[in-house]
């Protein structure tokens, strides 16, 4: 007895002699035909509306797809939203807000250079000034934007360097603060962004700080989204200029030939 019940507990506990292993093999399936491709647009302040593509696994069950899309957030470059190949060093991030049929809107994310450009400013003789500063736009946006200077040569120095005293770089550091606060906190999101692609700001520093030490390159580098007021479509639209359905074209202009229909024939000649 004692050898019949070892014998039924050693097949009770291989599970693998009762199981067959035809049927197994799960088919593989291809995942992008799960995938749906939507068009992001990009607000109205840029000149290329459609900015590009973006694929999501769509609607199953619980899980929505226009979900899924919410608060993604797109990096691209300035020129080809801008059409400009002089903007290719300047990266502007933009978040998806909103979900409407097969087209995602988004709001701008942020801003920032790209490593080339930042690399080569930096130059040896010279001293780098930095300086950043919390803002916040008509609209109700938090923001931080990080300014970056350069000390360059006084008219017909002959010396090699050209090294700021740290109290003029605190004093420019003060200026930069103060001038970048005011510019920016007069304005709503859509203006600052009109101030920060052609470089103004960083023109208005450079004017500013030219008794303190003449500066070089003085841009803002990087802009960071901190806080963003509580979520309007209306407003989003209004940035959007209320263009954020599909292109459907332009009218070719000419007059459409009337079509003579029979009397009770219900159809056409």
Same mark, same amino acid.
């Given at each position: 007895t004692l050898k019949n019940s070892l014998f039924? %507990?050693?097949?009770?506990?291989?599970?693998?002699?009762?199981?067959?292993?035809?049927?197994?093999?799960?088919?593989? !399936?291809?995942?992008? !035909?799960k995938k749906e491709w939507y068009s992001v647009r990009a607000p109205s302040m840029f000149a290329e509306r459609v900015a590009g593509k973006t694929l999501i696994t769509r609607t199953q069950g619980t899980k929505i797809a226009s979900e899924g899309l919410k608060g993604r957030v797109f990096e691209m470059s300035l020129a080809d939203l801008n059409k400009d190949e002089d903007q290719m060093f300047r990266k502007v991030k933009l978040c998806v807000?909103?979900? !409407?049929?097969?087209?995602?809107?988004?709001?701008?994310?942020?801003?920032?250079?790209?490593?080339?450009?930042?690399?080569?400013?930096?130059?040896?003789?010279v001293t780098l000034i930095e300086a950043?500063?919390?803002?916040?736009?008509?609209?109700?946006?938090?923001?931080?934007l990080f300014c970056i200077a350069f000390t360059a040569k006084m008219p017909g120095q002959m010396k090699k360097a050209c090294y700021a005293q740290s109290g003029q770089v605190r004093q420019i550091r003060k200026k930069m603060v103060d001038i970048m606060t005011e510019e920016a906190s007069s304005e709503d999101l859509k203006g600052l962004i009109q101030k920060l692609i052609p470089n103004s700001i960083g023109d208005a520093i450079e004017k500013g700080t030219s008794?303190?030490?003449?500066?070089?390159?003085? %841009?803002?580098?990087?802009?960071? %989204?901190?806080?963003?007021?509580?979520?309007?479509?209306?407003?989003? %639209?209004?940035?959007?200029?209320?263009?954020?359905?599909?292109?459907?074209?332009?009218?070719?202009?000419?007059?459409?030939?009337?079509?003579?229909?029979?009397?009770?024939?219900?159809?056409?000649?």
């Open positions: 039924i %507990m050693a097949i009770g506990k291989n599970k693998r002699l009762t199981k067959s292993k035809k049927g197994n093999k799960k088919k593989a !399936q291809d995942p992008f !035909q807000e909103d979900v !409407q049929g097969y087209n995602v809107i988004t709001n701008f994310h942020g801003m920032d250079l790209t490593r080339d450009k930042l690399c080569s400013l930096i130059k040896k003789w950043n500063v919390d803002i916040k736009t008509t609209d109700g946006y938090t923001l931080r008794n303190i030490y003449p500066l070089r390159d003085c %841009m803002v580098r990087k802009v960071k %989204m901190l806080k963003k007021p509580k979520f309007d479509i209306v407003k989003l %639209m209004e940035l959007h200029g209320n263009d954020a359905g599909e292109d459907t074209g332009k009218g070719l202009g000419r007059d459409e030939p009337a079509v003579e229909t029979l009397k009770g024939s219900g159809g056409r000649l």
